[in-house]
């Protein structure tokens, strides 16, 4: 059997030089040259029984830029320094055993069980995942810096680096330090075990109490390594749930999708980027076995971030999005409307007829009655919408919603919810300049917007996640049945445009939405 080891290669003509083995040290530092631009590591050998390795770089600042994890699904990393970013001084990589033992055969006595543990996290070892920097301007999350802060049981945790988005490509530049801070209110909680701030993530319910997040970026422009979290609703409990899946996790990613199919109990995660890489890949976790699988589809559908993905009997229905173009052309927007079937493993695009929207990304989509899409708001740089189209699933046609009463002004990367079978809200979002505060009620019977005042969602925030979840109703018994469980929504994450990503997880009940409505 060969020996486990990581090895690193620096620069693109530089050898594989071993950094761990299995009787080795469990921590090993190596210099990196100022003139070396590109880092890979990657394990060989059996991984036994260990739980993952952390890779990250020290600059000369002290500042971390935290690679990724190795673990026995992902045994490759790359890294690749900034286009802008040069350095003076040697780099330092660290490469790190977290839990677990390098040596198969060493007893497990003193081991955590894999896939069973909860972790405590302070708020510099919930960074990120990576440094990253994306091309197109619907993707934009300029540079920050190292920040600290103190872990608190109660209250709104927030990370502080630079502008969460920008309004075009030099937005990057000039970016500011800043600490973070964390302060409390009434209506939000966090727990010293929880996810890190970050925006563009998904939360994607899987049943009444359940919700699962993954992915998004956090402080300055990382990937979040701690990307995937199972959320209890019932006491808004986080379990670090990365490890918790076997087989190959998707690769960390911003402004992807992930649906829930509550018939094959399976979430599909389609597309994203990650730097300078766009996906058009599907991956399905089934929530049963916690297995994760990568779809080998059939048909084209190209590589698209921000877009909008509904389920409707068994089928995936995504809208829009960006999609790259080679350099030094900007990213552009779609109009296009792909359908993925996963019984055949095949993407498709349908026939469809009326006034469809025009080319747009950071949308939302609401699935209402079985029967109709809303399709609300977006951007292509540098327009921002609030208009409104539905497409009639029945018939395939889309038409432009004429609408009355106060609309949201133009936004993108906002959230939405559906509340009713006739009601869904739109809160918060980013139109070009700052990120947004406000919420909207949209009832599709009159086809009339209303405007809500809630203290509990006066914070401006974009790229956050919004769900409705079944939970049980503590406060007393009620002989009628139908009403022995209320509706909440939850929003978690997102960022304010001023250097704050929230992690925090905010409850509001449905039944005082439409009440306000």
């Known amino acids: 059997m060969d020996e486990f080891g990581v090895y690193a290669v620096f620069g693109v003509n530089g050898p594989p030089q071993r950094l761990l083995r299995a009787e080795g040290s469990c921590r090993v530092s190596a210099a990196v040259p100022p003139s070396v631009r590109q880092v890979v590591l990657f394990s060989s050998g059996p991984w036994g029984e260990r739980i993952c390795l952390n890779a990250e770089l020290i600059n000369a600042d002290q500042i971390p830029i935290t690679i990724g994890k190795l673990t026995p699904y992902n045994k490759c990393l790359s890294w690749e320094q900034w286009e802008e970013e040069t350095w003076t001084d040697v780099v330092t990589l660290n490469v790190s055993l977290e839990g677990g033992n390098l040596n198969p055969t060493a007893p497990l006595a003193d081991r955590e069980l894999s896939g069973k543990r909860k972790r405590e996290r302070s708020a510099e070892e919930d ?8 091309r197109g301007e619907e993707n934009i999350c300029p540079n920050g810096v190292k920040e600290k802060a103190t872990p608190v049981r109660k209250g709104k945790s927030q990370v502080k680096s630079q502008k969460l988005f920008g309004t075009g490509a030099d937005a990057s530049e000039n970016a500011a330090r800043m600490k973070s801070r964390q302060t409390k209110t009434p209506t939000q909680t966090s727990s010293l075990v929880g996810p890190s701030g970050r925006w563009g993530q998904t939360l994607c319910p899987i049943d009444a109490q359940t919700a699962i997040l993954i992915g998004g970026q956090g402080a300055r422009m990382q990937f979040c390594k701690d990307p995937m979290w199972k ?18 996790t998707p690769e960390a990613r911003i402004g992807h999708s992930a649906i829930f199919d509550p018939d094959s109990k399976r979430i599909f995660v389609f597309g994203g980027s990650k730097n300078k890489k766009w996906f058009n890949d599907v991956h399905i976790l089934d929530t049963q076995s916690w297995r994760w699988t990568m779809v080998e589809a059939q048909g084209k559908v190209p590589p698209l971030a921000y877009h909008s993905c509904s389920m409707f009997r068994g089928e995936l229905f995504v809208l829009g999005g960006v999609f790259p173009r080679p350099n030094p052309e900007p990213d552009g927007c779609s109009d296009s409307l792909y359908i993925f079937n996963p019984h055949l493993s095949i993407w498709y695009q349908p026939i469809v007829t009326g006034d469809k929207p025009s080319p747009r990304s950071g949308h939302s989509a609401c699935v209402m009655q079985e ?6 708001g977006g951007w292509d740089t540098p327009v921002c919408y609030n208009d409104m189209f539905m497409l009639d699933l029945g018939l395939m046609e889309f038409s432009v919603v004429k609408t009355s009463g106060k609309a949201p002004s133009p ?24 990120a947004l505060s406000d919420t909207f009620v949209f009832d599709i019977d009159t086809s009339s917007w209303t405007e809500l005042k809630l203290a509990q969602l006066s914070l401006p925030r974009a790229g956050h996640s919004i769900v409705t979840m079944e939970t049980p109703d503590h406060h007393g018994y009620s002989e009628d049945s139908s009403v022995s469980a209320g509706r909440t929504l939850l929003v978690f994450g997102g960022g304010d445009n001023e250097g704050t990503f929230f992690s925090d997880v905010t409850s509001v009940s449905v039944e005082e939405l439409l009440a306000a409505a």
Request: net charge negative; hydrophobic share 35%.
């Open 127 to 134: 960074d990120g995942d990576r440094m990253s920097k994306t």
């Open 231 to 248: 959320l209890c609703t019932e006491d808004l409990s986080w379990v670090a749930a990365e490890t918790l899946a076997e087989g190959p």
């Open 371 to 376: 029967r109709y899409i809303y399709v609300f």
């Open 411 to 434: 936004r993108s990367w906002h959230g939405s919810a559906v509340l009713s079978e006739t009601k869904f809200l739109i809160h918060g979002g980013y139109n070009g300049n700052n």
